[in-house]
């Protein structure tokens, strides 16, 4: 169970290792989305609300995405995550990062219409939707709504007074002719990471390990290696990892612009598989900066266990700490990035 000095104080220890950059990536989020947010009305002004409207679709709720994924990657890791990771999500799945904020903004809004105060639950219960899309931009957006709900019950009241709790510092900053609040977002964006990496051990069962990756935890196929997962690009390698079936064990490099295909038939693939469960050519493989594509060939299916069934002949783009599994038998591998 999580306090908010406990969240605080986790924070804190963490902002020493990257505190001003923390403060640089506010204050570039700030600009980009004030400049942008001028022209917007500029357009406005020969088409009332359609520029602003457009600028918050496309770019203003993008960088609010990445702002909490800057955050989230540099509390997990207890260090910087690199300014570049606050324009992270114009590179991994903008389409569905951009559907998902904006259907996030008009649900609250036509809540808000109805009442004010379903408006504000509602709020909440959608308060970790753009953490989880922007850690899993590949996800489906029923599921990423569905799991902030699952994340947020029970807590709603509890995160209000958190950010409550930060009224005396915005009150010090906007004091300081405004200026002020600049230097204390980093500390509040820090804290609510905190908040959705704790919501995630104790309602997802994703637990974070002490080299920032997680374990399975309560039959919940959780992240392996969530750095990575979260989007990072630090050049580090793909691996197929065997957990379960005949490759238990394995570490298959997936290296960078090649494929791995998976199947029964060795002179097709480069991993060969025998079972009643895998198809000829069974599943392709392959990898680019901190992503997987994966595309299913296969008469059994290849399921992801956090996900569902994978659609054939695709391309799917899947984060590091995926698991999937070929078929319905015992194979089961997990993606990973080192």
Request: charged share 15%.
């Amino acid at each position: 169970m999580w306090t908010r000095a406990g969240l605080k104080d986790c924070s804190k220890a963490s902002l020493k290792m990257y505190y001003w950059n923390g403060v640089l990536v506010i204050f570039l989020a700030m600009l980009i989305s004030g400049l942008l947010s001028f022209l917007g009305s500029l357009v406005g002004v020969l088409i009332p609300f359609v520029g602003s409207l457009l600028v918050t679709i496309f770019v203003t709720n993008i960088i609010a995405a990445g702002i909490v994924r800057y955050f989230t990657i540099s509390e997990l890791n207890g260090n910087d995550a690199g300014v570049g990771e606050l324009f992270g999500c114009f590179q991994n799945g903008y389409g569905n990062i951009a559907l998902v904020m904006f259907l996030r903004s008009l649900f609250v809004g036509l809540w808000t219409l109805l009442l004010v105060v379903p408006g504000i639950i509602k709020s909440y219960e959608y308060y970790m939707v753009p953490y989880l899309v922007a850690e899993y931009p590949e996800k489906d957006r029923k599921e990423i709504f569905a799991l902030s709900k699952q994340m947020m019950t029970g807590y709603k009241f509890d995160t209000f007074i958190l950010e409550l709790s930060f009224i005396g510092w915005f009150l010090l900053g906007v004091l300081a002719c405004g200026i002020g609040t600049l230097f204390v977002m980093p500390y509040y964006e820090g804290t609510k990471a905190q908040l959705y990496l704790h919501l995630k051990e104790e309602r997802l069962g994703i637990i974070r390990s002490n080299n920032g990756g997680s374990m399975m935890s309560n039959g919940v196929a959780s992240d392996v290696g969530q750095t990575m997962s979260l989007g990072m690009n630090t050049g580090k390698q793909g691996f197929l990892v065997g957990v379960q079936g005949e490759f238990a064990g394995a570490n298959i490099p997936v290296e960078s612009g090649n494929s791995l295909l998976i199947g029964t038939d060795a002179s097709q693939c480069n991993l060969v598989i025998q079972g009643a469960q895998i198809s000829p050519v069974h599943l392709k493989v392959e990898y680019n900066n901190g992503m997987f594509s994966v595309v299913d060939y296969s008469e059994s299916g290849t399921f992801n266990l956090q996900g569902g069934q994978l659609p054939k002949n695709q391309t799917v783009s899947l984060a590091s700490g995926v698991y999937l599994q070929l078929g319905t038998g015992g194979d089961i591998f997990s993606l990973e990035c080192r």
